[in-house]
């Protein structure tokens, strides 16, 4: 077994330097907790970034996985069915109201997916010119060149022109801003119903039900990015039912696979028959491994259980912040949030107390520079909140001494 730093600095050596790692090595989880090389533990409020929604060693999930194993039939390509991907489909569309599901691998994808439906659609139903995408200011959509160009903060698009075009940004939760650019062009508006990425912004309900007329008025598809906000996190299967407001197409990776990459892309029959055999393919979309963990999730999704969690323990993750806030009004601006998907905004950087939490035996991430994010497992107990609560009021007290 290689020692820490015999890992890190081979990780170092030969892994591209794309992202900002901590010095730890994870190797094992169980619950809502993950274990290092070195065998300490930590309470995990990241979950892989809102990726492990069942928590670690879900016995289900270990089970199907296995049994797919054993099959040896682990990927057949998108040529032939396969059961697994046809009964995630059809959970899928049965529990967003949805008609239609395309699988790919990531958020990213998930919404290319999304966007080129979007103009195909347009290009369709309203003509050539058709092809104007508008997306919002603070948005985040994922890293391939559509996605990041629809990406509505200037730092993600450096260095990177050419960028993709007619891709126009509105101001979240201002339908005057919408209004001003929406025309007989736009063939879609994509927007996160709760912004991640972005610094945990959620819309206002009469925001998205205004840009779903908008949509409807001029003929333009309204898709919501649920990667992050979706499955389960906000209290109910999806964001948008939180909201009230059906979307015509919704993206969907993270919590779908439970931990195994997986993304989709579920559309109404309208917007789904833009797409003709040929159209988009993906080669591991809908792969037996990665469908059958989506059976899974999606499973726990429709008996109610898991949001029915995320929405009583976000009640009470919101009380705990607010008490806090309460003790440290000039550090904690702002609580913002829903379900298992909160942030506070501090007046300081977040990087310092997240490290210190780190030392304390407990993994947060930053959404931007002063938001620290708690995006639990959905499984997580009202213990482990508590437990988190009081691993961050000594890792403030400690910070500010
Ligand atoms: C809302 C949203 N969309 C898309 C993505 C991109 O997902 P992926 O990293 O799986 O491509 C993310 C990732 O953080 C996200 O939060």
Partial sequence: ???LDELLQTGKKHMMNTYAQLPIVLTGGSGSRVQDSSGKTYLDFVAGIAVNALGYGNETLKTTLHAVIDSGLTHCSNLYWNEHAITAAALLA??????RVFFCNSGAEANEAAMKLARKYGHRNKGKDAGKIISMKHSFHGRTYAAITATGQPKYHKGLSPL???IEFAEFNNTASVEALIDDRTCAVILEPVQGEGG????????LKDVRRLCDTHNALLIFDEVQCGMGRCGKPFAYQVFGVTPDAVSLAKGLGAGIPIGALAATEKAASAFS?????????GNLISA?????ML???????????AAKRGTQLTKGLTALQQEFPDLITDIRGLGLMQGIELSTEAAPIISLCLDKGLLLV?????????VPPLTVTETEVDEMLSILKSAITEHRR
């Avoid at 945990?200 to 925001?207: C, G, R, V």
């Avoid at 055999?277 to 979309?285: I, L, M, V, Y």
């Avoid at 059958?292 to 899974?296: D, H, L, P, S």
């Avoid at 499973?299 to 969690?309: A, V």
């Fill in 299 to 309: 499973s726990s999704l429709q008996d109610g259980t898991l949001p029915e969690n």
């Fill in 94 to 99: 049965e529990i967003s109201g949805l008609d």
């Fill in 292 to 296: 059958a963990a989506a059976v899974v």
């Fill in 366 to 374: 930053a959404a931007g520079t002063h938001i620290i994010r708690f």
């Fill in 277 to 285: 055999p040929g159209d988009h393919a993906s080669t591991f979309g």
């Fill in 164 to 166: 993709m075009p007619d």
């Fill in 200 to 207: 945990i912004h959620p819309a206002d309900p009469q925001f």
């Fill in 1 to 3: 077994m290689k020692t």
